[in-house]
């Protein structure tokens, strides 16, 4: 297969979808495994800490060249993901419109499976908003970390616990993230065992172990990333 059939090809396109999307769901269970450091605060845990580990994570990650670099792979990836899917919806929906001479409904595949696009559009409206949130202000415009704090191993950074805690602290934002979170749920759901389809990694031996935990990361990931603002709204940190 050449470059050129990769990005053009039905199956192309499902190959990147399936490479991308990979790559996207290793680095959302690093995001939460450094976000969820914000948890250290619960008050069973150390209430004194007031952020200190998660700033701590967050200044590494800001602050780490190889890590750096890696987000600009991310950013591809997510663009790479977002084009094939809007390409990939198009190209379906013009094949349906060729129609099927029986509506198979739940029973042919589940809603999510056949919602794909719309669940992918809502993930896409919300980054924009995520962005907007922490990674804007974090690499460039600095608006609201303005406050600097010292953290725990000597070092000087910004207070992106602050921040979070500001964020979360509208309900509206708070609603908005526990959509996008379900909507994440129901993506992964479809998209997890999917991709390990396409790529020809689930064979007949694996399919059920793949499968378990494909529903377990998708449940368990957005499940954390939503109490997040759940739990700074509420207090039960920050
Ligand atoms: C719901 C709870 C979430 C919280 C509290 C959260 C928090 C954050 C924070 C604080 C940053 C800035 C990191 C920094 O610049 O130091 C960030 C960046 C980012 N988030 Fe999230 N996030 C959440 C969910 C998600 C989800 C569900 C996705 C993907 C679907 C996502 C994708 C990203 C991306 C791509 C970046 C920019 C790249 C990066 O800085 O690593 N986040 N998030």
């Known amino acids: 297969m050449t470059w050129k059939q990769i990005f053009t090809s039905s199956v192309g396109k499902k190959i990147t979808m399936g490479v991308t999307g990979l790559f996207l769901i ?13 948890f250290k605060d619960l008050s069973f845990f150390d209430a004194n800490d007031n952020g200190d580990m998660f700033n701590r994570a967050a200044d590494f990650m800001g602050k780490t060249v190889v890590i750096r670099l890696m987000e600009v ?9 977002i084009i094939q899917g ?17 509506n198979l409904g739940d029973k042919g ?33 600095h608006a609201g970390l303005e406050n600097e704090v010292i953290l725990s191993n000597g070092r000087v950074s910004h ?12 309900w509206w934002v708070v609603i908005v993230y526990v959509v996008a979170c379900i909507s994440l749920a129901y993506h992964l759901l479809h998209g997890f065992q999917s991709a390990f389809r396409t790529l020809g990694l689930s064979n007949s031996r694996y399919i059920s172990l793949i499968n378990a935990i494909g529903v377990g990361y998708s449940i368990i990931v957005p499940l954390i990333f939503a109490l ?5 709204k509420l207090g039960w940190v920050g």
């Open 86 to 102: 809007f390409m990939l919806e198009a190209s379906n929906r013009s094949k349906r419109k060729i129609g099927y001479a029986v």
């Open 109 to 141: 595949s589940k809603w999510y499976s056949r919602s794909m696009g719309l669940l992918g559009t809502i993930l896409l409206l919300f980054l924009m908003l995520h962005w907007w949130h922490f990674w804007i202000p974090s690499r460039f415009t």
């Open 26 to 38: 290793s680095f959302l269970l690093i995001h939460m495994g450094v976000n969820a450091c914000i």
């Open 73 to 81: 792979v991310l950013f591809l990836g997510f663009f790479v993901h």
């Open 228 to 232: 997040m603002p759940i739990s700074m």
């Open 159 to 170: 207070d992106m616990f602050a921040l979070m805690k500001a964020t979360f602290s509208e």
